[in-house]
């Protein structure tokens, strides 16, 4: 038997689960980003809160969120895996990190 289809079925699965560790990485790289905004938003100073600066930025915050999910949902109704521009590099490397991590113990 050609052991080329059982390396390739290797690979598949390998990027499989790849890409499933990806996609949970994204989710939790945007917990970590929206725990940050929350507790920066916690800490202003009242001043600072009732500004028409923070009206901007939780309209920002709000549209970035909605757009961000309109576009993780295209993707998956397309079939494809979505690619988060920023979120999708800092995971692929915290990936790689842990992979070399796990090599060398």
Same mark, same amino acid.
């Given at each position: ?13 390998a ?5 499933a ?23 202003? @100073? ?10 901007l ?16 949902l ?10 988060? @521009? ?20």
């Amino acid at each position: 038997r050609c052991t080329c289809s059982a390396a390739a079925a290797a690979a598949a699965a390998a990027a499989a689960a790849a890409a499933a560790a990806a996609g949970a990485g994204q989710g939790v790289m945007l917990d970590i980003v929206a725990m940050i905004l929350i507790v920066v938003e916690e800490n202003l @100073p009242f001043g600072v809160l009732w500004t028409p600066w923070s009206d901007l930025f939780y309209a920002l915050m709000f549209w970035f969120v909605f757009l961000l999910v309109v576009y993780c949902l295209f993707f998956c109704f397309m079939g494809w895996y979505c690619e988060i @521009p920023l979120i999708s590099e800092g995971v692929y490397m915290q990936i790689e990190q842990a992979e070399q991590m796990g090599q060398g113990a």
